[in-house]
């Protein structure tokens, strides 16, 4: 069992970053790969950024790819997520959600069993 708990969201201008964390309780969290989605008012749940069991890997969402940094540190059962250069566009409730180890779907969302309540980020203009 992995239960997942968001934070770092808030409110920050255009071109600017932030730092989501996705803390995670269970012994079970290292096994497990780790991805961030994101739901903005009247659209659907986006893949954002997924990460491999082991950290080996990682997969980004073409709007996000080389603004965004996604992490892991399995010893302190955390995951991230670094948000750099951030555009109003990004403004979303982030999601972290874990899928078993084996073969991995990132962009998936059906393939995560465990999911995160989520936290607001905007990002004004």
């Known amino acids: 069992q992995v239960q997942l708990v968001e934070s770092g969201g808030g409110l920050v201008q255009a071109g600017g970053s932030l730092r989501l964390s996705c803390a995670a309780s269970?012994?079970?969290?290292?096994?497990?790969?780790m991805g961030w989605f994101r739901q903005a008012p009247g659209k659907e749940r986006e893949f954002v950024a997924a990460?491999?069991?082991?950290?080996?890997?990682?997969t980004y969402a073409g709007s996000v790819k080389g603004r965004f940094t996604i992490s892991r540190d399995n010893a302190k059962n955390m995951m991230y997520l670094q948000m750099n250069s951030l555009k109003p566009e990004d403004s979303a409730v982030y999601a972290c959600a874990g899928q078993p180890g084996g073969p991995w779907y990132p962009e998936r969302p059906d393939k995560y069993d465990y999911w995160g309540q989520g936290t607001q980020v905007t990002v004004s203009s």
């Open positions: 269970g012994r079970t969290f290292s096994s497990y790969h």
């Open positions: 990460i491999s069991w082991s950290g080996s890997t990682t």
